[in-house]
């Protein structure tokens, strides 16, 4: 089982910073890629940006030059750096892990999401 900690979500105003950060445990042998979600009031979660073990990054248009996303392999950790913030980023924020468990299959996990409120 594995568990997955959020951190720092908030309200800001819009043209402000937050720092996201998710922490990953349990069992754990191996953390393949992890990402973060969102998703808006009355919408379905979208893609915001994910990375891989090796530091491939992927962002969604919307986020592009303003989110960064990072990763603390040791700590099995990411982290979501997000500037420049708007209205419309105004959601709950979810982390997700793909893993590999102690009997070598993939799984998902994801956190229990973090409100991140930016008002104009």
């Known amino acids: 089982q594995v568990r997955m900690v959020e951190s720092g979500g908030g309200s800001v105003q819009a043209g402000g910073s937050l720092r996201l950060s998710c922490a990953a445990s349990?069992?754990?042998?191996?953390?393949?890629?992890m990402g973060w979600y969102r998703q808006a009031p009355g919408k379905q979660r979208e893609l915001v940006a994910t990375?891989?073990?090796?530091?491939?990054?992927n962002y969604a248009d919307a986020v592009k030059d303003r989110f960064t996303i990072s990763r603390d392999n040791a700590k099995n950790t990411v982290y979501l750096q997000m500037n420049s913030l708007k209205p419309e980023d105004t959601a709950v924020f979810y982390c997700?892990?793909?893993?590999?468990?102690?009997?070598?299959?993939?799984?998902?996990?994801w956190g229990q999401g973090t409100q991140v409120t930016v008002s104009s």
């Open positions: 990375i891989t073990s090796g530091g491939r990054t």
């Open positions: 997700n892990a793909l893993f590999v468990g102690p009997f070598g299959y993939e799984s998902e996990s």
């Open positions: 349990g069992s754990i042998r191996a953390i393949n890629a």
